[in-house]
């Protein structure tokens, strides 16, 4: 075998389209969790369409920020 391969090959530094993609991963896991969310919402405490909307929105943004922070922690 020759020297070249068995060299060590350098790292590959993170791009930005990983980031991008992980950052359209944690949108869609928000924007589904605030619709089961706002489902359980509904069917469980018989809320109204809105009450169920408030809590989806609220869930969907609170896990929004949770999984950017954790990205975020990641990507440094």
């Known amino acids: 075998m ?3 391969q068995n060299s060590p090959q350098p790292p590959v530094p993170p791009t930005s389209r990983n980031k991008k993609i ?3 991963i944690a949108i869609l896991v928000s924007i589904i969790g605030g619709f089961i969310a706002g489902i359980l919402h ?13 809590t989806g929105g609220g869930a969907t943004i609170g896990l929004l920020i949770v999984i950017f922070v954790i990205l975020s922690y990641v990507w440094s």
């Open 22 to 24: 992980d950052a359209l």
């Open 2 to 4: 020759s020297a070249p």
């Open 42 to 54: 509904r069917t469980m405490e018989k809320g109204s369409f809105s009450d169920a909307l408030d």
